[in-house]
């Protein structure tokens, strides 16, 4: 059975760091593309940042994230981490990881993934 896994989340004041974890299983790690996406009350889901697999191993990031998230992947442990720093109230959502393919990562785009996780809850308080 093909799951992923998000934890990590938490509640934390502006300028504080947290770290997630999205861990695999049920499929081999190193093919797929691993996207993060987040959801706020009220908005439409949106990516934040996507590790392609291990033969290309590219970073995107959306352009509010850029230069305070980074994301890596630890194949031998079937897990993608999201390194959040300098976190701000409106990074408030619940994240979601999903795999997809190296194509799709590339723009971030949330119908070109699948197997999404049940999502971990970040609060940032100001």
């Known amino acids: 059975q093909v799951q992923l896994v998000e934890s990590g989340g938490g509640l934390v004041q502006a300028g504080d760091s947290l770290r997630l974890s999205c861990v695999a299983s049920?499929?081999?790690?190193?093919?797929?593309?691993i996207g993060w996406f987040r959801q706020a009350p009220g908005k439409e889901r949106e990516g934040v940042s996507c590790i392609s697999s291990n033969s290309d191993g590219n970073r995107y990031y959306a352009d509010s994230v850029k230069g305070r998230f980074t994301i890596s992947r630890d194949n031998a442990k079937s897990t993608v981490y999201l390194q959040m720093n300098s976190l701000k109230p409106e990074d408030t959502a619940v994240y979601y990881c999903a795999a997809g393919s190296d194509y799709g990562c590339k723009v971030i785009l949330e119908n070109l993934f699948g197997s999404w996780g049940q999502g971990t809850q970040v609060s940032v308080s100001s």
């Open positions: 049920g499929f081999t790690l190193d093919y797929y593309a």
